[in-house]
């Protein structure tokens, strides 16, 4: 009989914290471990064979440290990784464990959020060129009109502590303005990268007051509660001691400095290596 886990939340660095802290407010009964691949972070210029690959190995590592369930809380791995993770690694590895993304629980139900029916995506150059975003929410609202933007400055300018200080406006403003030029008919606006809620202040400075913006946590918070109560099985395969353990593949202690501003609350680290 295989014994409960902690539900393994993955990111290439810190961004996924901004989804375990709503995944904790949401399920505070559950156990996390959480897994920032800070080392070959960011994944977003990389190539599919690459972020697959980088994917693939973290998941192995929340398998062998018995975790059931993956979400891999990092828009560019969602987009690149899951779908091959899923239908041809899974099945190989073990076919009741699961793996799931952030991408879908958003495109589910954003062409709700939207009055004229068309969206913005703000994202890494991986997720926007994987063109994930526009298919996936086609398939649930054809109607929708998806409009792309690609800021590769951003990821960098968080992780750097930019985030609230002036060096951050122009390039927050230069890649709004880019993405309203596609359309004036924009009224919903999503940050498809889990850094960005960090420059959400920011972001509404420079839009107008009637585009409303879209964070991810909570969407999938409430669509992973809502798996677990559809999948009873998969629930009793996960420890519930609200516990919650966090890796990296980088330095602990450079962790942990950086770690609180996205999570929300101290935290401590140990180091994980996932070509062992």
């Known amino acids: 009989m295989n014994q409960p886990g902690p539900i393994g939340v993955f990111d290439s660095g810190y961004g996924g914290l901004t989804i375990l802290q709503a995944l904790v407010k949401e399920l505070p009964d559950q156990d996390f471990l959480y897994l920032g691949d800070n080392a070959r972070a960011p994944y977003g210029p ?22 059931h369930l993956v979400v891999l809380a990092c828009n560019t791995a969602s987009a690149k990784a899951l779908r091959t993770i899923q239908q041809r690694d899974l099945p190989a590895i073990d076919p009741n464990r699961r793996v799931l993304g952030v991408l879908r629980p958003t495109t589910e139900i954003i062409g709700q959020m939207t009055k004229t029916g068309a969206v913005g995506i703000l994202g890494t150059s991986g997720t926007v ?6 298919i996936e929410i086609h398939h649930f609202f054809p109607g929708c009109r998806v409009y792309q933007e690609a800021c590769p400055m951003w990821v960098p300018l968080i992780e750097n502590g930019e985030y609230d200080r002036p060096g951050a ?46 964070t991810q946590g909570d969407i999938v918070a409430k669509s992973l509660r ?9 629930a009793l395969n996960c420890s519930r001691q609200s516990r919650q353990a966090f890796y990296t593949t980088d330095d602990p202690a450079d962790f ?21």
């Open 256 to 276: 942990e400095q950086q770690a609180t501003r996205f999570f929300g609350a101290p935290v401590q680290a140990q180091h994980a290596d996932l070509t062992a």
């Open 226 to 234: 809502n798996y677990l109560e559809r999948h009873p099985e998969m």
């Open 46 to 67: 990389r190539s599919y064979t690459s972020v697959h690959q980088y994917t693939l190995e973290a998941v192995k590592w929340f398998f062998a440290r018995g975790c």
């Open 129 to 134: 060129n994987s063109n994930s975003y526009p």
């Open 169 to 214: 406006d122009y390039f927050v403003q230069q890649h709004l303005q880019h993405l309203l030029a596609q359309s004036p008919d924009i009224d919903t606006l999503l940050l498809a990268c889990t850094h960005y809620p960090l420059l959400l202040n920011k972001i509404r400075q420079y839009l107008p007051s009637q585009i409303s913006v879209v």
